[in-house]
């Protein structure tokens, strides 16, 4: 039923101390539903997914939904064991994926409410697919070895799902109404073709699309290349337009502390850019040492201009890695006037004291984003115009 609470994420962010000496203010937050946990899952992607999708729901005044993200995974696992098969046993069977698998089954098999069907069909309160996953790339592998899928094939993957995460329902009864996968994904109204991914690499031509080549793009889906400063400018018109944005990105990076509810980018070279009470100080600092003091996340410091060369760098050295995916719901500033992003994570609320939140820095967005996913009607009119989205 929808009896759970949106999500209110002022306190800390407006008047209070956030990771010590850090302090924001709250510039832009939009309605988000409460943070989830993928606990021992490798589905982020379907948590920020979901997520987003729950508050596009809120802002098209559906109301709040619970959406169920194992019913997407259940669909998703098999779409992959099909897919490595053709593959001859190359392709992707780990638990990751992205954004652009939710709107896929979505679109082909439907949705259902979290109450319907929440995936936990074992001894256990929250997700774990350690043991699962293993099973199914088992399976897998015994089907390319003898180049054969019988139908006990077929069954077996079923079986093991139906074990783990439940029996699919065809159909059932929500807030009194029946409804099947299908006819309830039809009835929230949201159009998958109307959401769009972004991403933006030198390697590519700006304003066409391309195979990002991330191992988590295993359905090899072609994404909208464009400038670095062109994607921040979506990110903010999205948010400030009342919408959210569905992220992907490094959070490998030490300047990623969700214990500390922050992800910051510092620059530790330019001692100009210092304020006179660290100048002096950070002078007769090395890089290495500087860098441990920054780390300690006691308050804020200059942070990296990053240049699509240096982001590109990140990418190339495989420093910037496609790691996690989040929602993000909103703007801050710090007490420099520092540009962060609200973002709501999938790892529960009680690994930080943010409520599962974090401020992700202006510079880290920039160096450590793989890509985005907004709505069309998110994305500014030049930009559209410019990769042919009729508004």
Excluded at 62 to 70: A, H, N, P, R, V
Excluded at 112 to 117: A, K, L, Q, R, S
Excluded at 230 to 253: F, Q, R
Excluded at 356 to 383: C, F, Q, W
Aim: charged content about 25%; aromatic content about 12%.
């Amino acid at each position: 039923m929808r009896t759970f609470i949106i999500a209110c994420f002022v306190t800390l962010c407006v008047t209070g101390v956030w990771a010590q000496g850090y302090q924001f203010t709250e510039v832009k937050r939009i309605e988000a539903t409460p943070v989830k946990n993928q606990a021992s899952t490798g589905t982020c992607w379907c948590f920020a997914t979901a997520s987003f999708m729950e508050s596009e729901l809120l802002r098209c005044g559906k109301g709040i939904y619970d959406l169920s993200e194992m019913f997407i995974v259940r669909q998703k696992y098999i779409n992959q064991l099909e897919d490595n098969y053709v593959r001859r046993g190359r392709g992707n069977i780990s638990q990751g994926s992205l954004a652009h698998t939710f709107k896929n089954v979505f679109r082909h098999t439907g949705i259902v409410p979290e109450e319907v069907y929440s995936g936990i069909n074992y001894d256990s309160d929250k997700h774990n697919h350690s043991e699962m996953s293993q099973y199914l790339q088992a399976i897998a592998e015994v089907a390319v070895k003898i180049k054969h899928r019988s139908p006990k094939y077929y069954e077996l993957v079923n079986n093991l799902l139906d074990t783990y995460l439940g029996e699919l329902p065809s159909t059932f009864v929500y807030e009194g109404k029946e409804y099947t996968p299908k006819s309830f994904a039809a009835s929230l109204g949201l159009n998958m073709d109307d959401y769009i991914e972004l991403t933006s690499f030198t390697h590519h031509p700006y304003y066409a699309k391309f195979d990002v080549e991330v191992p988590d793009n295993w359905e090899h889906q072609l994404m909208y290349n464009v400038p670095l400063d062109e994607m921040m400018e979506t990110i903010d018109h999205a948010l400030n337009k009342g919408y959210t944005v569905c992220w992907d990105g490094d959070v490998s990076d030490k300047g990623f502390s969700f214990v500390n509810g922050v992800a910051i980018q510092p620059e530790v070279k330019k001692i100009d850019d210092y304020a006179s009470t660290d100048r002096a100080r950070f002078e007769q600092l090395g890089e290495t040492e500087r860098l441990e003091e920054v780390y300690k996340f006691e308050r804020p410091y200059p942070e990296t201009n990053v240049t699509p060369e240096v982001r590109q760098e990140g990418y190339e050295s495989f420093v910037t890695t496609d790691d996690h995916l989040m929602h993000i719901t909103g703007i801050a500033k710090d007490g420099n006037g520092l540009t962060y992003y609200i973002t709501k994570n999938s790892w529960g609320t009680e690994r930080n004291a943010f409520g599962g939140y974090l401020n992700m820095s202006e510079s880290y967005v920039r160096a450590k984003t793989i890509y985005i996913m907004v709505h069309k009607d998110a994305i500014p009119k030049a930009l559209g115009n410019k990769l042919g989205i009729l508004k």
